[in-house]
Structure formats: structure tokens, C-alpha cells
């Protein structure tokens, strides 16, 4: 559908319905209740985004791009035509930086201002990721890495009373300064293609916004207590109440192959001086809580430097009685003349990378074994570090572990909390808010700082499984956010609306849909296992989305008579091997779900690929497509004076 013909400009806006200005960039804007974006020519836009456009998603994408293109630059043009023919008008998050309209290579043709850039242009969300890249300590793109000392998974070091679902790529300690640096310095020092490719362009007011972390890593920003999941027990957890309860420090994580110099978990710290301002007695806190802390800070005592043993330049294993018993779980860490070698592991071992050992018995020893190639040097002291009778142990608040004998205040509801004393629930759900406010604005200041125009959307999804984040999170978002990315399934129920506008105000927010029809797809060998909404064929996916469109459009205002929506991210292009699950529109052998190309012969690809071969498949599937592609074209209709 091009642009000209179908009453759009070249952004894809509505010329039928103008928002009050034209400010050469995307915004927001409210109109007679109806939340749109705006285009940089001044006309309104509704957002209908597709995440996850890549063409290297596994080994037979790949495969199939490779020999019906011949390269991914013919795939990323074909791609852009056929997703723009499906109404279509955004990449979402997780899209080929070669399909965004600021990408040029000589493949493309030459445009008016004689660069080689995408042909096919639509605007486009990128997502950068400090949290997680941060606690990886890398680059997205090139280069070494950023960080002095990566930012530590604070939910590694979580309370062993807490067992629920703790994400395996972590959750970063979010008061930790090394998530700013991080994203400060991955938007300006050039390392990553990504803004090197949207730096300079004249393409650059193509970018709808910028959105930060994948929510995956974003666990306690997801489902809050508040609303039931569909389907229901994914609520998150209190992340504040995670916090309050995990260790004070953290030495070592094996999982991302760190050992820590700074061991702080900066979040609790920031907590327990959240609590010391706010009641400024352990006496008062005690009365509020009905708590019997004796400091804000830990009541154990600082073990440093004591001796384990001085090398020899041969041994390699070591055995030590610790001196003050009893050791911190995870506070136990060791040192070769002054450098952290090894620390203590969620299961009680000592890893680094060059060491594995064992803190066995926490009122005696520890065993050491280095790897060979990596002797200790001869009189090198091999010293340990922890905390005696500190985390778990202790009687201060910086000791809370949320053990038996304190649940008559902190309850042991680690998601909506109905057990706890009414004011720790409150200051829990009060530093929540601190919590979430501390990334956010981290986050929007350096973005904003190196694209002062752009609109700042947080985590590609801040809510999940149906249901609406936090309020706490919800409070904080609305001071930094411009809009937010929901990961719900369906349109939120008025009640849920209601809940959203009570706490993060009158602003907008985009929808999405995740869905599967595996018995009417290449994934027909696997069932809907984990699919949010599942399907019995493609048909019946393909109305589930129109209906959803539609509602977005006409049903889903809240009591104060506002139409908050402002777009929608589809999950995802092609279908998902990983996860065995028929998100995709498309199959692994690049055909479509329009009752055409994904089938057993060999036919021509349809229109606007027609001049393309598909077909194929290990049967006929059915056409999703033609739904899909009415309900994108709906807000037109309301894109009008």
C-alpha cells in the first residue's frame, strides 16, 4: 500500500486527521480523547508494529532466505514490501537494522539525496539494553567492554525462603551507577551499528521511539498483583520485597563468569537508606513494623584478610579453618596478593575462573583447588574475606533474609504481600516505586541526552501475561515514560484501564499480540505448549487479532472517556523453533500463512512477491494473513475529522 495512493504521507500518517503542529519528529497526542501518535509532517499515526524481523533466527530461515533472495539485503527489501502490503507500518523491537530506513548498502538503490538506503521505509523502534548488557559487561555492538566492574544480577543473591521463578539471564541491581555508564556509553562512543547507522541520517525522524531492556530481564516490572494472568499463577513477585530480603552482597557469579571487587548489592543499600530517612530510628522502624532490627546496617562483623596459606609456586589445592565461624552465605571471598580470585556460589561452592573450592562448613573451613596453569606464585598470600554472623544470621535490617522467625511482620506473600504488617507493605511498595524510578530515569536521561527529539517507551514489554504492571511501577513510569509497551495478550479489561490511568496517569500506551495456531502450521509435530492464546487453525487466530484490533480502537477507553492505545507490536514474524511455537506469520521455509504460499506444491509467492517461488511444506496450512491484514487497516476509519 503505498503512501500516495492510500491517503498517507511517507511515514505512513494519516493526512485525513492533523495533530496541532508539525515538529519534524514523532510525538504524542491527544485528540477529542484519542490517544495517536503524530508523524513529523503533522498527521496522526497508529503504530501497527512486527518484532523479531531477522532473517537469521535459526539454521533453516536462514537456508530459505539464502536461496529464494540470494542475500539478506534482497530479503530485507522484499520483506519491507510484503509487511507494508499487510498494513503494517512499524518494526518493533528485535527488527534487522537493514530494513530500518536510515540503513544504506550498496545493494540498495541510489535515493534522491544519492545514498543507497532501504527503498522500502517505515518507521522503526530501536531497543538498546543497559541492564543486561551491563551485568554482561559488553558492548552491543563492538569494542571492549565499558565497565570497570560489571553491574551484578542482584536477584542471584536471593533470599533461599523466596522460591518462585528466578529469570536465568538475571535482574540487574538497579542503584548500581554502572547501568547509566553503560548506556551513556554505548549511545555515544560509536561501538554499536545501530546508532551509527541512525547518527546523521536524513532518515533519522523515521525512529518512533526508543525502548529499553527486553522485559525478560525486566522480572518484578511484569504482571503486578493487582489483576489475575491469563493464563493465571504469572504474577511477579514484589521486587522490593525480593530486595529487602536478599543478601547485602554478592562475590561471585558463575553464571555470567564474573567475580566481583565491588560486592555491594546497591539496591538494598539504597533500601535500608530509604527506611533510615524516612523513620530515622531502628527504635521507630521497630514500632512502625512491629520489627526487631537493632541497626539499619548488618550486626555482623567484617572478616578481611585473614590468611589462608602463602603459595609455594607448586600447590594447588589449600584447606583453611575459618577464625571467626560463623561465615555469611554468600559474603565468603578469596584473594591471591589482594586480587579476588574466587567467591561463593547460590549452592555453597567457591568459583572463579581459575579456581573451584568449597566454603563447606560455615563454623569451620574452606577448601581451595586451583587449576592447573594457574599456581598460586611462590609467598603469594592466598587470603578470605566475609561477613560472621552478618545476612541470615544477624540481627540487623541489612541482615533480612525474611526467615521464619520475622514473617509475623514480613510475611512470606512474596507477590501481593497479604501477610505482611500494613506499613512494610507500604514502605516495600514505596521503595518499589524508588526502584523502578531509579532505572527509568537513568535510562531516559542518557537516551534523551543523544536524541533530544525521540519519545522514551522503557522496557519492550512492561507488563505480561495479561495483566498490568505494579502500581508502584506504574507511579514511576509516568515520570519518565512517554508511552509504554504492554505485553498483553488481549485488550485490558476496564477494570485494568481504570488501574493503568489511576497510576500512570492520562498517557498512552501500545498493545500487542502473541499467538499460535501450532495444529495449522510447520510446528503441527509440537502442541500449544505455554502459548498465552492458542489456536485450532489459522482462521480463528486471524479473527482473535482482528477483534482485538478492534477493540484497541472502540472499546478499550477507560471511565474518563480516553482512548489510551496508541498502537500495537505483533509477535513475531516467523515462526519460533526455539520455543516450538507458531508466533510467526510466516513459516521457517519463508511462506506465508494466507492460505496460498504455505502449502505442499510449489507456487508463486503472492503479491508483492509474486515473481518469488513458495510452497513447500509437509501440508496445506491455513491463512491467517487476510484477517491480520483488514484488522491493520482499521484505525484508518478513525483516523479522520
Known amino acids: 500500500m503505498s503512501a500516495q495512493s492510500s491517503g498517507l504521507d511517507k511515514y505512513g500518517g494519516a493526512k485525513s ?20 501518535f503524530c508523524t513529523p509532517l503533522g498527521n496522526v499515526f497508529y503504530s501497527v508494529g512486527i518484532e523479531q524481523v531477522i532473517a537469521n533466527q535459526d539454521d533453516t530461515i536462514k537456508s530459505a532466505v539464502a536461496t529464494k533472495y540470494g542475500s539478506t539485503d534482497a530479503w530485507a527489501i522484499a520483506t519491507n514490501q510484503r509487511l507494508e502490503a499487510w498494513g503494517f507500518n512499524t518494526f518493533s523491537t528485535g527488527a534487522y537494522a537493514g530494513g530500518w530506513p536510515v540503513a544504506t548498502d550498496f545493494a540498495y538503490p541510489a535515493d534522491s539525496s544519492g545514498a543507497h538506503s532501504q527503498p522500502v521505509k517505515m518507521p522503526f523502534i530501536p531497543e538498546v539494553r543497559p541492564a543486561f548488557y551491563a551485568m554482561k559487561n559488553q558492548p552491543q555492538g563492538s569494542g571492549g567492554p565499558y565497565l570497570s566492574e560489571p553491574v551484578k544480577s542482584m536477584l542471584y543473591v536471593h533470599s533461599p525462603y523466596y522460591t518462585g521463578y528466578a529469570p536465568g539471564a538475571g535482574v540487574a541491581d538497579y542503584f548500581d551507577s554502572g547501568i547509566e555508564t553503560w548506556l551513556h556509553d554505548d549511545l555515544t562512543r560509536g561501538n554499536d551499528y545501530q546508532w551509527n547507522a541512525i547518527n546523521g541520517s536524513p532518515y533519522e525522524n523515521y525512529m518512533l521511539g526508543i525502548a529499553s531492556d527486553d522485559g525478560d530481564e525486566m522480572y518484578g516490572f511484569g504482571a503486578g498483583p493487582e489483576f489475575p494472568t491469563t493464563p493465571p499463577g504469572h504474577n511477579n513477585p514484589n521486587l522490593a520485597l ?160 525474611g526467615r521464619p522467625s520475622h514473617q509475623s511482620w514480613m510475611g512470606k506473600d512474596w507477590y501481593a504481600m497479604s501477610d505482611a504488617n500494613a506499613r512494610v507493605k507500604l514502605d516495600v511498595n514505596g521503595f518499589l516505586e524508588q526502584l523502578a524510578g531509579q532505572y527509568f530515569s537513568a535510562c531516559r536521561k542518557e537516551i534523551i541526552a543523544a536524541y533530544p527529539n525521540t519519545l522514551f517507551l522503557g522496557p519492550d514489554s512492561l507488563s505480561n501475561w495479561g495483566a498490568p504492571p505494579p502500581a508502584p511501577v506504574l507511579l514511576a513510569a509516568a515520570s519518565y515514560l512517554d508511552a509504554f509497551i504492554s505485553s498483553s495478550d488481549t485488550v485490558f479489561t476496564p477494570a485494568e484501564l481504570d488501574f493503568i490511568e489511576q497510576n500512570f496517569g492520562n498517557k498512552p500506551y501500545l498493545g500487542s499480540f502473541y499467538s499460535s495456531a501450532n495444529s495449522d502450521s510447520a510446528l503441527a509435530a509440537y502442541p500449544n505448549i ?112
Not at 17 to 36: M, N, P, Q, R, V
Not at 287 to 315: K, M, N, Q, R
Not at 364 to 393: C, D, E, K, S
Open 17 to 36: 486527521l492533523k495533530c496541532s503542529k508539525a515538529t519534524g519528529w514523532f510525538y504524542t497526542e491527544e485528540i477529542d480523547g484519542h490517544w495517536w
Open 530 to 641: 505455554d502459548a498465552p492464546l492458542g489456536f485450532r487453525n489459522q482462521g480463528e487466530r486471524g479473527q482473535a487479532y482482528y477483534n482485538m484490533m478492534a477493540a484497541q480502537l472502540q472499546s478499550a477507553h477507560t471511565t474518563a472517556g480516553n482512548y489510551p492505545y496508541l498502537g500495537v507490536t505483533f509477535w513475531e514474524l516467523y515462526d519460533n523453533w526455539g520455543e516450538k511455537l507458531n508466533w510467526g506469520i510466516v513459516t521457517h521455509n519463508d511462506n506465508a500463512y494466507d492460505g496460498h504460499e504455505a502449502v505442499q506444491a510449489s507456487v508463486s509467492c503472492s503479491a508483492p512477491l509474486s515473481k518469488f517461488q513458495c510452497g513447500g511444506e509437509a501440508s496445506n496450512y491455513g491463512d491467517f494473513v487476510t484477517s491480520m491484514t483488514k484488522a491493520n487497516q482499521l484505525w484508518l476509519a478513525f483516523a479522520k475529522k
Open 242 to 401: 525480593i530486595v529487602a530480603t536478599m543478601s547485602p552482597v554478592e562475590t561471585a557469579n558463575p553464571d555470567l563468569g564474573f567475580v566481583y571487587a565491588d560486592t555491594l548489592i546497591h539496591s538494598k543499600k539504597a533500601m535500608r537508606d530509604y527506611l533510615a530517612g524516612k523513620y530515622a530510628t531502628i527504635a521507630a522502624l521497630n514500632a512502625a513494623w512491629g520489627s526487631s532490627y537493632t541497626t539499619f546496617d548488618s550486626s555482623g562483623s567484617p572478616i578481611t584478610g585473614e590468611l589462608v596459606a602463602t603459595g609455594d609456586g607448586s600447590t594447588l589445592t589449600f584447606s583453611h579453618e575459618f577464625q571467626h565461624p560463623s561465615a555469611s552465605k554468600f559474603s565468603v571471598q578469596i584473594f591471591v596478593d589482594g586480587t579476588a580470585v574466587a567467591g561463593e556460589t547460590d549452592n555453597g561452592d567457591l568459583w572463579g575462573p581459575d579456581v573451584t573450592g568449597r566454603a563447606g562448613d560455615r563454623t569451620g573451613w574452606l577448601m581451595l583447588a586451583f587449576r592447573p596453569g594457574h599456581v598460586p606464585a611462590a609467598n603469594a598470600r592466598i587470603t578470605v574475606n566475609y561477613i560472621q554472623n552478618g545476612w541470615g544470621i544477624g540481627s540487623g535490617f541489612m541482615d533480612e533474609d
